[in-house]
C-alpha cells in the first residue's frame, strides 16, 4: 500500500513558478507509476502528467507541455511537478498518484494524496 501526501500549493501571479512535492510512504513508491492530476471548480480531475517507475519516460497534458516538469527521486521517495508560466487556467488542486503503470485514466490510479490547492491571479 501507498500514502501519499502533496505539499508546495500556494498563490501565485500569472507567469510565475511553484514546485509541488509529494512524498510517499510503503515499500511499493519505488516500483509505481506516479502522476498529477487537478480538478478545478465544478470541473472533473483531468490528467496533468504521469512517469513511470523508474523515471525515463514521462507524459504530458498538452496544454501545460513546456510549461510543467514532472521527475521523481525514489531514493527520498518523493515525486515532484516543478510548474513554470503558470495561467490563471492552471488553477485548481492538485493531487499526485500511484498505478503501477503510467495512465492518463484517473479511474485506474489506486492511491490518492489529499491534494494541494495551487491559484493563479491574472
Known amino acids: 500500500q501507498v500514502q501519499l501526501v502533496e505539499s508546495g500549493g500556494g498563490l501565485v501571479q500569472a507567469g510565475g513558478s511553484l514546485k509541488l512535492t509529494c512524498v510517499g510512504s510503503?515499500?511499493?513508491?519505488?516500483?509505481?507509476?506516479m502522476a498529477w492530476f487537478r480538478q478545478a471548480p465544478g470541473k472533473e480531475r483531468e490528467f496533468v502528467a504521469a512517469i513511470n517507475w523508474s523515471g525515463g519516460s514521462s507524459y504530458y497534458k498538452d496544454s501545460v507541455k513546456g510549461r510543467f516538469t514532472i521527475s521523481r527521486d525514489n531514493a527520498k521517495n518523493t515525486l515532484y511537478l516543478q510548474m513554470n508560466n503558470l495561467e490563471p487556467e492552471d488553477t485548481a488542486v492538485y493531487y499526485c498518484a500511484a498505478h503501477q503503470g503510467p495512465n492518463v485514466d484517473v479511474h485506474v490510479y489506486d492511491y490518492w494524496g489529499q491534494g494541494t490547492q495551487v491559484t493563479v491571479s491574472s
Open positions: 510503503g515499500r511499493t513508491f519505488s516500483g509505481s507509476a
